[in-house]
């Protein structure tokens, strides 16, 4: 289960003995070969930093493809601050994820499910010892965060099911919003919190009845938890989430139908979401309890197209109004952390191709930017004097763990440096240039690894998912397994995308295929005209929006000699009550029977797939409740009764994400097999 037992880590001097130590780099026995389809199963996912209380180390987790088992495996690591020593602590076949530190320091826990059929919540004693299982829920343990104290942790956990008949029951469906990808057929099942009381390991409800309950925070007395709910009778018709706190104190919790004690107080009443969990970042108590910062979205009318902005909200009673911190940025933020005076608060900050870090007075004004430039920064962690572990990504080094020194990103992790000495990646290249109307448009070129400048390539077109998203400054391994096979990879950020402030985000609204697909033709005339890209070998291709707009590029422009189009949608009256976004759907295109023009519009690639004459694969997951395997099938039956060369990939098991290695690895194959049989026969 674990490797050697862990002595104090304070004392921590031969760490070399005592585990896997992060992958050595060796010195290069051949040139660098171009990336290629084995590697993309040799990056090294790393994530969740957690910087302990003496500021000695830096928790991590690393998911690795396990080959021999076909599926991912997660352990967790840690990385001494000065970078010289990493340590590998879990090694159980389930594996294990989401390490955090004890207050005192004497614990790191993590979530697994060895010894059991649900995750539960371990703890690994700094002291030494193996790992003791902390819960036995008869559900996943979600999500968890330690007290102040250290005694207590709150877990967030689903209502369990306890009934397991040899013959399933049938499906009752009487939700609004009844399919969610990954979580199946909805039902009456919630996500409650819980209690642990780390010392007896006894578990005690804080909160139940017919809403979810997400992203707790302690207060810093330890006498109030904030949480995430909709606690409305329609929840399921909007993302209206809103921000609560409820009484955590011994013996005093509950509330919210049935936890025993007082029920929780509502802290923000704006008609959009606060703190939406999709953003995956916790509401964060000011050191003197007095303030709580969180995000706040746009009106419910925006939907996802809406900015995320730094509030912070006064925890009493009758506290007052939030105030809007980045109201001017139009930018997205996430992840809120206070400084420990309570004078700042630094945060994620998304920009055009970029993520980074960012800070700005708890009171108001100038944003401080301290980690900028071309990288992406996906999570932080502060730990005592003012410490600050980041990880972080560019376009030629997938995602590591780093100090942060000043302004310089200091490496901690290393856990790819092993085989990216041994590839020659393609060079990641910022272009712009103007769509059809004028508009600017930004996104990169990836270049074959031995480019040669003055000769044209066959080049694929690559359009990302969302649609409010974007291409940006981080290591992209299929963007990186086309040029290493010799194409020139085209990528842009059309209108839609992220990045670029909620007008831009917005421009697509109820107006699918439109704007966003003349953005990207325009990268492709860019390309032509630049004397990089051969008119006669294009290409393109996407996943999930990627390929519903590859859907619209191919119905509006033949160019194309090959797509590939994975897990979209054509016919978008068929998308209605059988994927997840009926909400989004209602909003922003209006019903089917008021507004029927409107989704016959937006169909344009099904019902008038006589306009497509591009060879096009399409692949999906049979189990994905996103963007479902029927409208797959009906763009390759349309196709394929059209007499146009198509194919069907369907991956069993899978939902809108392909996790298997080996399916991943299959897809990738497939692409190049795909582009290699129209663009170089």
């Not at 992406?376 to 730990?383: D, H, L, T």
């Not at 998912?465 to 299929?478: H, I, K, L, R």
């Not at 985000?505 to 966003?516: H, L, Q, T, V």
Request: hydrophobic share 40%; aromatic share 10%; net charge neutral.
């Amino acid at each position: 289960m674990f490797e050697q037992l862990v002595p104090k880590l304070a004392a921590l001097a031969l760490v070399p003995a005592l585990g896997a130590q992060a992958p050595a780099v060796p010195a290069p026995a051949a040139p660098p070969r171009p990336f290629s389809l084995d590697d993309v199963l040799r990056v090294r996912d790393v994530r969740e930093p957690q910087i302990s209380p003496d500021g000695a180390w830096v928790a991590y987790t690393v998911s690795t493809p396990d080959t021999a088992e076909d599926r991912n495996k997660s352990a967790v690591w840690m990385a001494s601050w000065d970078g010289t020593h990493n340590v590998r602590l879990t090694t159980s076949k389930p594996g294990e994820n989401t390490p955090r530190w004890s207050p005192d320091g004497r614990w790191l826990a993590f979530l697994s499910s060895r010894e059991d059929e649900h995750t539960q919540l371990w703890l690994l004693d700094r002291l030494g010892g193996e790992g003791r299982k902390a819960t036995t829920l008869q559900s996943d343990v979600d999500d968890y965060v330690w007290a102040p104290d250290g005694k207590r942790i709150v877990l967030v956990a689903e209502d369990a099911d306890t009934a397991k008949p040899k013959t399933p029951p049938p499906i009752v469906i009487d939700r609004f919003q009844f399919k969610q990808d990954e979580g199946g057929y909805l039902g009456k099942q919630r996500r409650h919190l819980y209690v642990l009381d780390v010392e007896s390991g006894k578990t005690t409800t804080l909160t139940s009845g017919d809403y979810d309950e997400l992203l707790p925070a302690w207060s810093p007395d330890g006498k109030s938890l904030a949480f995430v709910s909709k606690r409305r009778p329609d929840f399921d018709r909007d993302s209206n989430w809103d921000l609560y706190v409820i009484d955590a104190a011994p013996g005093g919790g509950g509330g919210g139908g049935g936890g025993g004690g007082a029920a929780p107080r509502q802290l923000t009443t704006f008609e959009g979401p606060d703190n939406d969990p999709d953003t995956e970042s916790r509401p964060a108590w000011s050191p003197d309890g007095r303030s709580i910062a969180y995000l706040q979205g746009g009106p419910l009318k925006l939907i996802y197209y809406a900015v995320q902005k730094l509030a912070v909200v006064p925890a009493a009673e009758g506290g007052g109004a939030p105030r809007i911190l980045t109201a001017a940025l139009d930018r997205n933020v996430a992840s809120p952390v206070w400084s420990a005076d309570g004078s700042s608060i630094t945060f994620l900050l998304e920009d055009d191709r970029a993520v980074g870090l960012a800070r700005v007075p708890a009171t108001g004004g100038a944003i401080e930017r301290l980690v900028s430039g071309p990288r992406v920064v996906s999570a932080f962690a502060a730990g005592p004097n003012g410490k600050l572990a980041v990880l972080a990504s560019t376009p030629l080094v997938p995602t590591e763990v780093f100090a942060l020194d000043g302004t310089t990103l200091r490496p901690l992790s290393r856990q790819n440096d092993g085989w990216l000495s041994r590839v020659k990646l393609g060079s990641v290249e910022p272009i712009s240039f103007k769509s059809r109307d004028g508009t600017a448009v930004n996104g990169f070129a990836v270049k074959p690894p031995d480019f040669v400048s003055g000769k044209r390539y066959p080049t694929i077109l690559r359009i990302h998912g969302g649609p409010v998203s974007q291409y940006q400054a981080e290591f992209d391994f299929q963007l990186q397994t086309l040029a290493g096979h010799g194409y020139l990879v085209i990528v842009a950020n059309p209108r839609g995308s992220s990045g670029r402030g909620e007008r831009f985000s917005a421009a697509i609204f109820a107006d699918w295929g439109n704007k966003d697909a003349q953005d990207v033709l325009a990268a492709v005339d860019y390309a032509v005209a630049q004397g990089l890209a051969d008119t006669a070998r294009l290409g393109v291709g996407g996943w999930s929006y990627g390929g519903i707009l590859t859907n619209y590029v191919i119905a509006q422009d033949r160019r194309f000699k090959a797509a590939v189009s994975g897990a979209s949608i054509a016919n978008i009256l068929a998308g209605y009550g059988t994927d997840q976004y009926v909400r989004e759907y209602e909003v922003e295109l209006g019903v089917p029977w008021k507004a029927v023009d409107t989704w016959v519009r937006l169909s344009l690639p099904f019902l008038h797939a006589d306009r497509i004459s591009t060879p096009t694969l399409f692949l999906c997951g049979d189990k994905d409740f996103n963007v479902p395997l029927l409208n797959s099938e009906q763009m390759y039956q349309a196709l394929r009764s059209l007499g146009v060369e198509t194919q069907l990939v369907i991956y069993p098991g899978q939902h809108h994400a392909i996790n298997k290695p080996s399916y991943r690895r299959d897809r990738l194959a497939r692409y190049l097999a795909w582009y290699d049989k129209y663009l170089r026969p």
